[in-house]
């Protein structure tokens, strides 16, 4: 079963950075893609940024230039910048077997999430 742990996160005012980080284990895909999505209270899960095998990203366009996802072997970072309160969620980590990104996931689906970490920014 696959394992993904979460770390960072926390609390932050406007303006402030954060960053986040999730290390993958116990998956059998030749290529993953790896992202983060996130759910705001009241408000569905969307998909933050992706990053594939080849190391193509893609982004929600509300975090275009202030959120940067990077990947060290089976590890997937999210630093964040320029927070704002509209930030404010769970952030889940997420795999897939790679079949490429849009939209600010992996393409088609996420197969595994992980447990969500706490992202709070205050005005």
């Known amino acids: 079963q696959v394992q993904l742990v979460e770390s960072g996160g926390g609390s932050v005012q406007a303006g402030g950075s954060l960053r986040v980080s999730c290390a993958a284990s116990?998956?059998?895909?030749?290529?993953?893609?790896m992202g983060w999505v996130r759910q705001a209270p009241g408000k569905e899960r969307e998909g933050v940024a992706a990053i594939d095998s080849g190391g193509r990203t893609s982004y929600l366009n509300s975090v275009l230039g202030r959120f940067t996802i990077s990947k060290d072997n089976a590890k997937v970072y999210l630093q964040m910048d320029g927070l704002s309160p509209e930030d404010t969620g769970l952030y889940y980590c997420a795999i897939a077997p790679d079949r490429g990104v849009y939209g600010g996931s992996c393409w088609p689906r996420y197969d595994s999430w992980g447990q969500g970490i706490r992202v709070n920014v205050s005005s």
């Open positions: 116990e998956y059998s895909y030749t290529s993953v893609c």
